[in-house]
């Protein structure tokens, strides 16, 4: 069934840091419609699609007024009588009308308001949920397994810490509803145990999480687990850690620049540091250890961390290109998935299926400054990622997508829980939680 396009409309709207970004509405013939606004970034990978930004003095120069006259004019213009039906094909022709590999022309944020919206339509058109319309495959969603911030630094809590974030992971849950239960009473205990250590407790971070000016990067891993424990959960048993390192955002040369500690690092006493956290505490995924195009480093790291989830962010940036490099140097064993990182619901699509014809997991991200659309989850359990990353348990463009999930998770009795065995690498994760 043809899904004829009949009016894109787009407009200047705002993420949670305030920041302009793209929403945009797709009306189709028959009256269905799809609507979408896109996040963007703090900790960007250099190797991302192009945001398109105005420059000069409105909001610091982040305007995105022209990124929407490129999607109300020469996009709408294109895609007016298309399909709708037809993603790879509207995606085809986004990229295509752009020109360039990485989106500068239009602008990432222009297109992927368009193709999201697009998607948005095409399954209101058919009468199905986001999730149903994308699915590969029939059977009962599988909703994915959470990584809920609790505490963070880098980019995201300007830099009171040099780690960007470090999460909990509820292994144990055996449903959505309880694994976001758990984090919340984790998120509540380390307030508790902020205060107790002399720290306010009351300062938040970009996506939700708590922030404070620690001794160390090790003692906001401490905070977690002892959270973790006065929480009444087991760490390990119940409840993992995981870290996202973002090392591209403190590297200094081939160096490496803990600034909360006044220390340098090489890249051994880094990936050697980051070793002794995870014999110490129960962390089962490490996010961007070392630098985005340090090769070597990654090499290390893969060797020394095999036995957790080694996630690429920056290394990938949601890129086949990337993907496919990193799996042939057999670096990494997870990738962070995020669709503006790409600018099309096509590629990310692909690029998921690329990872998981490898055997790397995947784990769909949000980003630091994000929206209230919920279409994230969907985007999770249509594509079946088997993990969601989207900040923390509070803050409403967190919870928009925690709280999609629990709807389906009530709406639908067959839906099924992502567990534990979605964490690469999976075959070593008992080990891993038998670590002291």
């Given at each position: 069934?043809?899904?004829?396009?009949?009016r894109?409309?787009?407009?200047e709207?705002?993420?949670?840091?305030?920041?302009?970004t793209?929403?945009?509405a797709?009306s189709?013939?028959g009256?269905?419609?799809?609507?979408a606004?896109?996040?963007?970034?703090?900790?960007?990978?250099s190797h991302?699609?192009?945001?398109?930004?105005?420059?000069?003095?409105?909001?610091g120069?982040?305007?995105?007024?022209?990124?929407?006259?490129?999607?109300?004019?020469?996009?709408?213009q294109?895609l007016?009588?298309?399909?709708a039906?037809?993603?790879e094909?509207?995606?085809?022709?986004?990229?295509?009308?752009?020109?360039?590999?990485?989106?500068?022309?239009l602008?990432?944020?222009?297109?992927?308001?368009?193709?999201?919206?697009?998607?948005?339509?095409?399954?209101d058109?058919?009468?199905?949920?986001?999730?149903?319309?994308?699915?590969?495959?029939?059977?009962?969603?599988?909703?994915?397994l959470?990584?809920?911030?609790?505490l963070?630094?880098?980019?995201?809590?300007?830099?009171?810490?040099?780690?960007?974030?470090?999460?909990?992971?509820?292994?144990?849950?055996?449903?959505?509803?309880?694994?976001i239960?758990?984090?919340?009473?984790?998120?509540?205990?380390?307030?508790?145990?902020?205060?107790?250590?002399?720290?306010?407790?009351?300062?938040?971070?970009?996506?939700?999480?708590?922030?404070?000016a620690?001794?160390?990067?090790?003692?906001?891993?401490?905070?977690?687990?002892?959270?973790?424990?006065?929480s009444?959960?087991?760490?390990?048993?119940?409840?993992?850690?995981?870290?996202?390192?973002?090392?591209?955002?403190?590297?200094?040369?081939?160096?490496?620049?803990?600034?909360?500690e006044?220390?340098s690092?090489?890249?051994?006493?880094?990936v050697?540091?980051?070793?002794?956290?995870?014999?110490?505490?129960?962390?089962?995924?490490?996010?961007?250890?070392?630098?985005?195009?340090?090769?070597?480093?990654?090499?290390?790291?893969?060797e020394?961390?095999?036995?957790v989830?080694?996630?690429?962010?920056?290394?990938?940036?949601?890129?086949?290109?990337?993907?496919a490099?990193?799996?042939?140097?057999?670096?990494?064993?997870a990738?962070?998935?995020?669709?503006?990182?790409?600018?099309?619901l096509?590629?990310?699509?692909?690029?998921i299926?690329l990872?998981?014809?490898?055997?790397?997991?995947?784990?769909?991200?949000?980003?630091?400054?994000?929206?209230?659309?919920?279409?994230l989850?969907?985007?999770?359990?249509?594509?079946?990622?088997?993990?969601?990353?989207?900040?923390?348990?509070?803050?409403?463009?967190?919870?928009?997508?925690?709280n999609?999930?629990?709807r389906?998770?009530?709406?639908?009795?067959?839906?099924?829980?992502?567990?534990?065995e979605?964490?690469a690498?999976?075959?070593?994760?008992?080990?891993?939680?038998?670590?002291?």
């Open positions: 069934m043809a899904l004829k396009i009949e894109v409309l787009a407009w709207a705002l993420d949670s840091r305030g920041t302009p793209v929403a945009c797709i189709l013939a009256g269905a419609e799809g609507q606004a896109v996040p963007s970034g703090a900790s960007t990978g991302e699609a192009h945001e398109l930004r105005d420059g000069g003095s409105r909001f120069g982040k305007g995105v007024r022209s990124a929407v006259a490129a999607v109300n004019g020469e996009i709408a294109a007016r009588g298309g399909d039906g037809d993603q094909a509207t995606d085809d022709l986004l990229r295509h009308l752009d020109g360039t590999p990485t989106l500068e022309r602008g990432a944020n222009a297109v992927l308001a368009v193709s999201t919206a697009c998607a948005l339509a095409a399954a058109a058919h009468g199905l949920p986001l999730w149903r319309y994308l699915a590969a495959e029939e059977g009962p969603p599988l909703l994915p959470p990584m809920v911030n609790v963070s630094g880098g980019a995201h809590a300007g830099g009171l810490i040099d780690v960007q974030d470090v999460l909990v992971v509820p292994v144990g849950a055996g449903s959505f509803a309880e694994a239960e758990w984090a919340a009473r984790i998120r509540a205990a380390a307030v508790d145990v902020f205060r107790e250590r002399g720290n306010s407790g009351a300062l938040v971070a970009d996506e939700g999480g708590l922030a404070a620690l001794s160390s990067n090790r003692e906001a891993i401490t905070v977690v687990a002892a959270a973790i424990e006065r009444g959960l087991v760490p390990g048993e119940q409840v993992a850690i995981a870290v996202d390192v973002a090392a591209t955002q403190f590297q200094e040369g081939a160096d490496y620049r803990f600034a909360v006044d220390r690092l090489r890249r051994d006493e880094l050697a540091e980051l070793r002794s956290w995870c014999d110490e505490y129960p962390i089962v995924s490490v996010e961007d250890p070392v630098g985005e195009d340090d090769t070597d480093g990654w090499k290390l790291a893969s020394r961390l095999a036995d989830q080694l996630l690429g962010d920056d290394l990938f940036v949601t890129s086949t290109e990337r993907l490099a990193g799996i042939a140097n057999g670096i990494a064993n990738v962070l998935v995020k669709p503006n990182q790409v600018g099309t096509s590629d990310t699509r692909r690029l299926e990872a998981r014809s490898a055997g790397y997991a995947t784990v769909l991200s949000a980003r630091s400054g994000d929206t209230e659309d919920s279409w989850a969907d985007l999770a359990v249509g594509w079946r990622t088997g993990q969601l990353k989207v900040g923390s348990t509070t803050r409403s463009e967190r919870t928009a997508k925690w999609r999930l629990l389906l998770e009530s709406e639908y009795a067959e839906a099924r829980f992502a567990g534990r979605v964490l690498p999976a075959q070593d994760f008992t080990a891993a939680m038998l670590r002291p």
